[in-house]
């Protein structure tokens, strides 16, 4: 009776912790719908604090992390939610998705294989799997797949696309060009296929075909600047300049900085005699690439043109700086320098050029043929006067998922997280729920007036006379931590004198109170001034093991790991600092992984 009775008594209290955590998960849910993912995180938290064991918080919280950006942090949770729950197919799509984004295909593959024999009708688990291979350069047993995927979905006009993909990756474009061909069967009415098949005709220097596809592409894909760029190329070729200016002012329309259209409409104008806007198209791409010698040499050639030799003698000799055998380079210099009387410098480049003359006489400088186009990535400062032309890099995969990120876009700087200070205000924050709290210093506001109460937050201190506090025990940590932040805050002139008195205080302090959480923070903080970063880490470190939920120490170690090149373990701090609210993390994981 009395084991009956026990069970009756605990029952509604086991069912309320569970209508709490469901109404977690689910406000959490809701704010992931409506993108607020750093909100959601919190919620997510609250659930797993109450519930560690539910696989459901841990999942949702990886969404919200892959959102932002946090592959890694997303991975770790989604690590867990299949520890908890190990049959539920999405975490392992989603960990798959993590891992992709690491580039770690072997594992995502490893997560593809174990979703598939739970649901191997998933058609998403098996298009990301096949990708995953193509990356790999697995390209025989992408087609694998791609083949069982054609024999279940024949309608799917992806799959062929897909297959033409790794045809062309193993130089088979005959089949390339059939497989895309099934797909405009299929789906005539996609841009993608249409803009492969003009990349092959691009390659194959097939330009009216090119321009016919890209016509296509175009119509169906509007506002894609690289489809304007390809189809300008196409043009050039079949000497429609008028074409093919038209098509950069549109790239550039859609795409205000990219960089092939205004390289590109920069040799077009110059060609056409309009050497003065040619000279903005050159600024504007020096000004995104400042040590572009390609760029840099254009533009010269056209401030000569208009009347302005010495600007041109600045980038000539940039140039030539670079390359000292450029042959062409010394002599517009040498042009340059005659212009404006310099006899002397244009002699000496002029006897260069000489020298160099003699030496092709007996075969010492080779020459490289030109051609009509090159790839941006060749540097060959011969190929100035050539048409550039995007490098053959690794197409963004199109991975079936509905993740993104919203918060990491934003610009932020590297700055660290201010100290922890004492304050006679409190401190807001929308999403970052964490209340400091010191014991001694709870004491001393049991003794103080409800107008000079002390609260801890981290930010200015709003006390300019530590008198009253120090009065009442100046031998207390809480005196000492006053009197550091206040001392620390006066202007000075004798920086690093300043902050070996923070040092000196923030010590004494931690020696009174060697558990402040707070104390070791602000002390990894007067390390980070001194360039100190590991005994920074040190502090940071310390802090962490006394209260695992600030957010501030995480986020400083991490900036601190950054500066000693440890960025692993920088991007899993950032990680925890954005999980427990500080979201301009999730900027600096994002600005860390470019």
């Known amino acids: 009776m009395r084991r009956i009775f026990y069970l009756l008594i605990l029952f509604p209290l086991v069912a309320h912790a569970q209508f709490n955590t469901d109404r977690l998960v689910m406000i959490g849910r809701s704010a992931l719908y409506y993108e607020d993912y750093v909100l959601s995180i919190q919620y997510f938290n609250q659930a797993i604090s109450a519930k560690p064991y539910l696989y459901e918080p841990w999942f949702y919280r990886a969404v919200a992390k892959y959102y932002l950006d946090d592959y890694a942090g997303a991975e770790r949770d989604c690590s867990e939610a299949i520890e908890r729950n190990p049959y539920i197919v999405g975490s392992y799509e989603l960990r798959g998705l993590c ?8 594992a995502a593959i490893g997560d593809y294989n174990t979703a598939l024999r739970y649901d191997p009708e998933a058609q998403g688990l098996w298009h990301n799997r096949a990708l995953c291979r193509i990356q790999q350069k697995d390209y025989e047993g992408a087609l694998r797949d791609l083949d069982t995927m054609a024999t279940r979905w024949s309608k799917n006009a992806r799959v062929p696309a897909m297959q033409a993909e790794a045809y062309l990756l193993l130089k088979d474009t005959t089949k390339a060009i059939s497989a895309l061909d099934k797909s405009v069967e299929l789906d005539a009415y996609n841009g993608g296929v249409w803009a492969q098949r003009a990349s092959i005709s691009l390659a194959r220097s097939e330009w009216k075909d090119a321009e016919e596809f890209l016509n296509k592409a175009i119509h169906l894909l509007p506002k894609e600047a690289g489809l304007y760029i390809n189809r300008a190329m196409a043009r050039f070729n079949q000497s429609n300049l008028r074409g093919a200016m038209a098509d950069y002012d549109s790239a550039l329309d859609f795409d205000p900085n990219n960089f092939l259209g205004h390289y590109n409409r920069g040799l077009l104008r110059a060609q056409v005699g309009d050497d003065n806007r040619a000279i903005l198209d050159f600024d504007f791409v020096l000004n995104l690439e400042p040590d572009n010698l390609m760029a840099l040499y254009n533009r010269a050639l056209l ?8 600007a041109a003698i600045r980038d000539y000799s940039k140039v ?35 020298k160099a003359q003699i030496d092709k006489r007996f075969g010492k400088q080779p020459r490289l043929s030109k051609k009509q186009m090159r790839k941006r990535s060749d540097e060959d400062i011969e190929k100035y006067n050539q048409l550039a032309m995007a490098d053959e890099e690794d197409s963004q995969q199109e991975y079936q998922s509905a993740y993104r990120g919203r918060v990491q876009n934003q610009k932020v700087g590297m700055d660290y997280q201010p100290m922890y200070v004492l304050s006679t205000q409190r401190q807001q924050n929308a999403v970052k729920k964490y209340i400091a709290y010191d014991r001694q210093v709870d004491s001393l506001n049991r003794v103080l007036p409800p107008d000079q109460q002390l609260y801890i937050v981290c930010g200015e201190s709003t006390i300019k006379d530590a008198t009253p506090y120090i009065r009442r025990d100046p031998t207390s940590a809480v005196a000492l931590w006053l009197q550091a932040i206040i001392q620390a805050q006066q202007d000075s002139t004798d920086v690093p004198l300043m902050t070996a008195h923070l040092l000196e205080n923030l010590t004494q302090a931690i020696n009174l109170a060697p558990a402040n959480t707070y104390l070791h923070y602000n002390r990894g903080n007067a390390y980070v001034r001194c360039i100190e970063f590991q ?47 500080l979201y301009t993390a999730y900027a600096i994981i994002k600005k860390v992984r470019k």
């Open 99 to 106: 891992r992709i984004q690491q580039k770690n295909y072997d």
């Open 303 to 310: 401030l000569e043109q208009t009347g302005n030799p010495k």
């Open 320 to 354: 030539i700086d670079e390359y000292p055998n450029f042959w062409t380079g010394l002599h517009q210099r040498a042009q340059c320098y005659r212009k404006l009387g310099m006899k002397k410098q244009a002699e000496l480049d002029e006897f260069r050029i000489l």
């Open 535 to 581: 005994h920074a880490i040190e502090d940071y470190t310390r802090a962490i093991q006394l209260d695992p939920n600030l957010a501030e120490a995480y986020y400083n170690r991490g900036l601190a790991r950054l500066a000693l090149k440890q960025q692993d373990e920088a991007v899993s701090d950032l990680s925890k600092a954005g999980e427990l609210g």
